[in-house]
């Protein structure tokens, strides 16, 4: 079955522990991105990767990293989490950005950190 | 700057009713795309529209992008619960690689 995958669903943590948020595609897209949502503020794209190696910011990418290591893997790193960043946060890969691809959305990973 | 404005925000209508939700921009895409996202769940692809002018019909749900490609509705007939959800427009401006978001419009019919 196509899907995306993310972990942790639901992560509660403190302010400043490292954590990481997996994503993984099997249908080998190029093109991934990671969103945070926020009520009143819509979908907002973190970072998004074109291909392997291939990584660019978004709209809002302080205080997040991204990697982009293999092609079906793009891990969001939160090198010291503040609690602006309680959100959630949806992966999702597509064949490409361009000319009205599907994007497929992973089930979201609800952060809240204290 | 929000460069895709989603109108209404909210919308509460009787079952059986016909409504049109919009998403509007000042700049030009190359296209649009409707999502569905209910709760708990990540968006979910309702159509793309690439064409100026293009209408997309899937089932009751009726998609038209203006013709200068700024602009796109989504009209639903004879809305049922099932239809009850957050409905986003997402755009491409093919100038870089990103996808802008519109904020939605949460849609509730009432049975």
């Known amino acids: 079955e196509a899907q995306v995958t993310q972990n942790p669903r639901y992560l509660i943590t403190v302010t400043g522990k490292k954590l990481t948020v997996t994503c993984s595609q099997n249908?080998?897209?190029?093109?991934m991105s990671w969103y945070r949502q926020d009520p009143g503020l819509g979908l907002r794209q973190i970072y998004y990767s074109m291909n392997v190696e291939v990584t660019d910011k978004g709209d809002v990418p302080e205080g997040y990293k991204v990697s982009r290591k293999e092609k079906r893997n793009f891990p969001l790193i939160l090198e010291s989490p503040s609690p602006n960043q309680t959100s959630l946060y949806f992966c999702a890969s597509s064949p490409s950005p361009l000319r009205g691809e599907i994007q497929y959305f992973g089930p979201g990973t609800r952060l809240l950190v204290l | 700057t929000q460069l895709l404005e989603q109108s209404p925000q909210f919308l509460s209508i009787q079952e059986g009713e016909n409504l049109t939700v919009y998403c509007n921009s000042s700049s030009v895409f190359s296209s649009l795309q409707w999502y569905r996202q209910e709760p708990g769940e990540g968006p979910v692809l309702l159509v793309t529209?690439?064409?100026?002018?293009e209408v997309k019909k899937l089932k009751r749900l009726t998609f038209q992008f203006g013709d200068a490609r700024k602009d796109s509705s989504l009209h639903i007939t004879a809305a049922q619960p099932g239809d009850t959800g957050l409905y986003l427009c997402a755009g491409d401006m093919n100038r870089d690689d990103k996808i802008i978001f519109g904020k939605g419009t949460r849609l509730h019919i009432l049975p």
């Open positions: 249908m080998n897209h190029e093109y």
């Open positions: 529209v690439v064409t100026g002018g």
